[in-house]
């Protein structure tokens, strides 16, 4: 059963509109939500995270919303640009500083942005 | 820092033969890790290092799967006897987030 759920495959954003993908887990021991982005034949790169203290964590472009009711989390990327086209990995964790069980990933959404 | 590095970046291989995987991770990093991406899926969860401890093993590492990390350095990955399902990328992650290697594509056929 899966864990750590992305239910959409592909999203497709215009150029310098904001781009939101989201992310449903199911394990409330869950304290520690990480999004990756990821290039074909490349390792997954870090993007942003959000301990569950927090409800909000912005990084520049990068937002992340973490609803704890919901166990729902949220990327916003604004404005979208060309290059962010690529797959794009939401993660969980119990506890930040190192969990015996590593990441739990979900499968992914497919980013393209359009010109 | 240089990165997480691995070695080979791609690996074609005939079932049933042995095949090794190393991991090079960020030198301070202390505590490591290997997952297994097929097409589709996210990454998954193999094992943890700390140091040169291992202290946790997925139930997908089966019996043909071996990891060591002697002396707490880079870490190595072996698949005794390729199977077709073994098709996978293998990544190593050094620290909980935020490093990963590129990546070794592994293909039996």
């Known amino acids: 059963d899966q864990q750590v759920k992305q239910n959409s495959p592909s999203l497709s954003v215009q150029e310098g509109r904001i781009s939101i993908l989201n992310c449903d887990y199911t394990?409330?021991?869950?304290?520690?939500f990480l999004w990756y982005k990821k290039y074909p034949a490349e390792g997954p790169t870090f993007l942003i995270s959000i301990s569950s203290i927090k409800d909000k964590n912005e990084d520049g472009r990068f937002t992340v919303f973490l609803n704890k009711s919901a166990k729902h989390l949220s990327l916003h990327i604004v404005p979208s640009q060309p290059g962010d086209s690529a797959v794009y990995f939401c993660?969980?964790?119990?506890?930040?500083?190192?969990?015996?069980?590593?990441?739990?990933f979900g499968k992914g959404t497919h980013l393209i942005i359009q010109p | 820092d240089t990165g997480v590095s691995q070695d080979p970046r791609h690996k074609i291989t005939k079932r049933g033969q042995n095949v090794t995987f190393r991991c090079d991770p960020i030198?301070?990093?202390?505590?490591l890790y290997w997952y297994r991406q097929t097409l589709g899926q996210g990454p998954e969860f193999l094992t943890y290092f700390q140091n040169e401890a291992q202290l946790e093993k997925s139930r997908l590492l089966s019996d043909r799967f071996s990891a060591e990390r002697p002396k707490g350095s880079f870490s190595t990955l072996e698949i005794q006897r390729t199977e077709q399902g073994d098709s996978a990328m293998y990544l190593c992650?050094?620290?909980?987030?935020?490093?990963f290697g590129p990546g070794t594509r592994l293909t039996v056929t």
């Open positions: 394990n409330s021991m869950f304290d520690y």
């Open positions: 992650a050094s620290s909980l987030g935020g490093s």
């Open positions: 030198s301070e990093h202390n505590r």
């Open positions: 993660a969980a964790s119990v506890g930040e500083g190192g969990g015996a069980d590593g990441l739990t």
